[in-house]
């Protein structure tokens, strides 16, 4: 087999969960796909270089989480979306059911995360990575891991309490409020794939 057979072989097996993954971690899904397919470009013309194929799986992953940094590093402002004629988002509820509405405050609390700190929820909560995987893939200690999942979780219950306190609205808290526990924040993050 050429390596351009083995290349999509391995690709193949990666494919759905990894390309998801860049959906995650952009701010929407054509970023997302772009972010996928320069990863997949980056992959294919440095595949000759990777030394054993049974690594592929976290050598992606560490191609998308390098582009998705350099994107960050290079993008040093954010667009200001208008309010003029867009739905209010503080009153979710007015508009959708209530579990299209605890999507919209599970979406609030993952913009509050940090690049690194959404990558790492996302995969571990939704992809089902385990810790020892995401620490080979960071490079950081698995305790390091696990405090830096729970205080990504509190910065998201944080972020949806605070959007809580400007929503007045008891429909909108007993959504958000279902978000809460950190437990429940993993099932929604999973649910939501």
């Known amino acids: 087999m050429d390596n351009t057979e083995l290349f999509w072989k391995c690709v193949e097996t990666e494919h ?4 998801r993954f860049c959906r995650r971690i ?3 899904k054509a970023t997302g796909d772009d972010l996928y ?3 997949l470009l980056l992959a294919w013309k440095n595949f000759p270089n990777l030394r054993s194929h049974d690594s592929f799986r976290p050598w992606l992953y560490r191609i998308i989480l390098n582009l998705q940094k350099s994107r960050c590093r290079q993008k040093k402002t954010r667009l ?3 309010e003029n004629g867009v739905l209010n988002f503080n009153r979710p509820n007015e ?3 209530a579990d299209v509405s605890a999507r919209i405050w599970l979406q609030r609390g993952m913009k509050v995360l940090t690049p690194d700190d959404r990558w790492l929820i996302t995969l571990f909560e939704i992809e089902g990575w385990r810790i020892d995987e995401l620490a080979r893939l960071s490079g950081k200690s698995q305790s390091s891991i696990k405090s830096r999942l729970m205080r990504a979780r509190r910065k998201m219950r944080e972020a949806i309490l ?3 306190e400007t929503s007045g609205k008891k429909e909108n808290q007993e959504a958000a409020h279902a978000l809460l526990s950190s437990e429940e924040i993993a099932e929604r993050i999973r ?3």
């Not at 759905?16 to 390309?19: F, L």
Request: glycine share 4%.
């Open 95 to 97: 508009y959708f059911g």
């Open 191 to 193: 649910a939501s794939k």
């Open 26 to 28: 952009s701010e929407d």
């Open 16 to 19: 759905e969960a990894a390309a």
């Open 162 to 164: 605070k959007s809580l």
């Open 37 to 39: 397919h320069e990863a």
């Open 80 to 82: 200001k979306r208008e």
